[in-house]
C-alpha cells in the first residue's frame, strides 16, 4: 500500500514577479505584458520517496470532475495500481472537487480527503515553488512556450526526488502504510 497526495496549481500567461538581486544603483528589469491564459498542472506525490508525477492539463480555463477522472486514471496506470499494490491518495477538499459518486475511482485506488481549509496538511502543496521557479520573472509569448518551459522543469523535479522528499515528506507523514490481517480496504 502506498500513500500519495495530489494537489492542482493553475499557471498561466499572467506574469508571476518576484524580488531578485541587483547591483547597487541598478534596477532589475522584467518585461511584463499582462495576459489571461491559463493552464492547470496537476502534481502527484509520494513524499516517502520523492517520486512525482506531473499531468498538464490542455483545457483553458478550468478543472472539473471529467477532468479530474482522466488525471486519475492516467496516475493509477503510471504506480501500476493493482490488487497487491493499494493506492491512497490524500486530496483537499477544492470545491470542484468529487466527494459524490459522480466520480468514476479507478479500481486500487482509495481517496482520502483532508479537512477543509487545509492547505498546511497538504504535501503537494508543497511543489508549486519548486515548479513556479521557470515562470518567475519571465515572460512568454504564447501558452505552449509557458507549457514547454513547465514541463521541462517537472521532468527535471523528476529526476530530483531528494528535492521533493525534503520538501514534501513532513515529520508526521507515514513512510509505510501495512495492511491489516483481515482488513479490508472499500
Known amino acids: 500500500m502506498e500513500l500519495w497526495a495530489s494537489d492542482e496549481h493553475r499557471i498561466g500567461l499572467k506574469p508571476l514577479l518576484r524580488r531578485v538581486w541587483a547591483p547597487i544603483g541598478q534596477r532589475p528589469v522584467a518585461r511584463v505584458q499582462h495576459r489571461f ?27 472539473s470532475i471529467p477532468v479530474f477522472a482522466v488525471e486519475l486514471a492516467a ?6 495500481a493493482s490488487p497487491s499494490k493499494q493506492i491512497v491518495l490524500v486530496l483537499d477538499r477544492a470545491g470542484w472537487k468529487p466527494t459524490s459518486v459522480r466520480l468514476r475511482v ?38 505552449e512556450d509557458l507549457e514547454d518551459a513547465q514541463f521541462a522543469r517537472c521532468a527535471a523535479l523528476q529526476r530530483r526526488p531528494d528535492l521533493i522528499r ?21
Open 37 to 63: 491564459a491559463w493552464r492547470y498542472l496537476v502534481g502527484f506525490v509520494h513524499p516517502a520517496s520523492g517520486r512525482t508525477f506531473f499531468h498538464l492539463a490542455h483545457l483553458p480555463t478550468t478543472v
Open 75 to 80: 496516475f493509477a496506470r503510471q504506480v501500476g
Open 106 to 143: 479507478p479500481e486500487h485506488v482509495h481517496l482520502l480527503f483532508l479537512p477543509p481549509y487545509s492547505p498546511e496538511l497538504q504535501p503537494a502543496e508543497h511543489l508549486w515553488p519548486l515548479t513556479n521557479t521557470a515562470l518567475i520573472n519571465r515572460h512568454f509569448a504564447t501558452i
Open 166 to 186: 525534503s520538501t514534501t515528506r513532513f515529520h508526521w507523514w507515514p513512510q509505510r502504510i501495512h495492511k491489516r490481517r483481515g482488513a479490508r480496504l472499500r
